[in-house]
């Protein structure tokens, strides 16, 4: 089934990039009729390059430096006449979805290895388990994101915080960045989300994922019941379809792995020893990359404690970074 899933999803990478470029034919067409010049530096180029092939292949170094020079000239020719005409300096370039691997699913690197490009394993992991999970992730990102649905009024008395919850969604908003912006350092902590439902906890888990897979990070995101049933079902060779033969491997590699609604699941021996299993490793890094998890729950770090095994708790106030959700329902707010 995963072998047929990639097949196909190939085809419709190979079909992207296919129509990438024959865009960018017909664009060139159409330019290069209006502005003939852009043509014969194009053809120029072209030949330069190949002169510059067989002067690398018989070590002419001054013929190289001097080929350079022509292309270099004839580059910013280009570039002169592209502003001259108001056109945007990147229309001379195939407008491919993934600008890591143009469209191909993978990368080759300086020294030939080739691996599966970001793009394509977040595909497989949106199929095997996000489902409709990320569904929201185009409307639910930081441009949209909205403080003036969070009230401005202080009351300790009835969220026991002495700021507003719009001071504190702002707070929280501002160290999600953080988290974003030195997501690779290894000494950044994971989130833990608490707070009752309706107050955002999602939204800042989409905004997040969002800025993430812009970086090329892989997102697997899942509630605590599906994911741990899951692993469960495979581990009891309940199921054969292959993504959950493959589960282990996906969440312990996954960049950023979303558990939500911990707390909402049926405990049991085998959960909470697969839950910790889960925690450590990702902390422990023994899958040697940089892999961070964010936890959303409307479970304060007390009941954490009282819920689930010390050990589980521990690894939670000890590494994660804890943030309060607090304020009236959203769901019933207009904005």
């Known amino acids: 089934m995963a072998s047929n899933n990639l097949n196909l ?26 502005i003939p010049r852009l043509n014969q530096i194009e053809n120029e180029l072209n030949n330069y390059a190949i002169k510059t092939a067989k002067s690398i292949l018989h070590n002419e170094k001054k013929s190289i ?29 195939p407008n491919y979805k993934c600008k890591f691997c143009c469209d191909t699913g993978y990368i080759t690197h300086k020294n030939k290895k ?11 992991l949106d199929e095997c388990y996000n489902n409709s999970n990320l569904s ?31 001071e504190n969604i702002n707070n929280i908003k501002k160290r999600c960045q953080a988290f974003i912006d030195n997501f690779d ?36 995101y899942q509630t605590a019941p599906v994911l741990l049933e899951s692993i469960i079902d495979a581990k009891m060779n309940k199921s054969k379809s292959n993504y959950v033969n493959n589960i282990d491997k996906d969440i312990l590699n996954v960049d950023l792995l979303i558990i939500d609604d911990l707390g909402t699941e049926c405990l049991n ?17 023994l899958n040697s990359k940089i892999t961070k998890t964010i936890i959303s729950t409307n479970l304060g770090i007390e009941n ?29 707010k207009k904005t």
């Not at 969220?159 to 719009?166: A, D, H, L, Q, V």
């Not at 909470?272 to 490793?281: H, P, Q």
């Open 185 to 220: 350092n290894p000494h950044t902590k994971n989130l833990l989300f608490t707070g009752n439902t309706g107050l955002g906890k999602t939204f800042m888990s989409n905004c997040i994922a969002n800025e993430l897979l812009k970086k090329g990070k892989t997102v697997l």
């Open 269 to 285: 021996s085998m959960k909470l020893s697969e839950l910790f299993t889960i925690l450590n490793t990702r902390l422990l890094n």
């Open 304 to 332: 954490i404690f009282n819920n689930y095994e010390e050990r589980i708790g521990s690894r939670i106030a000890g590494f994660y970074d804890i943030y309060y959700f607090f304020g009236d329902d959203l769901r019933f």
């Open 9 to 34: 999803i190939l085809k419709e990478y190979e079909y992207n990039k296919r129509k990438a470029e024959l865009d960018l034919e017909s664009r060139k067409s159409d330019l290069y009729n209006s």
């Open 136 to 166: 929201n992730i185009n409307n639910e990102n930081f441009s949209n994101f909205n403080d003036k649905i969070f009230s401005n009024s202080v009351d300790s008395s009835k969220f026991k915080y002495n700021i507003s919850p719009r």
């Open 65 to 93: 430096i001097d080929l350079n020079k022509k292309i270099e000239k004839l580059k910013k020719e280009r570039e002169n006449l592209l502003t001259q005409h108001n056109i945007d300096l990147n229309y001379l370039t």
């Open 114 to 124: 080739t691996e599966m490009c970001s793009c394509l394993k977040q595909r497989l």
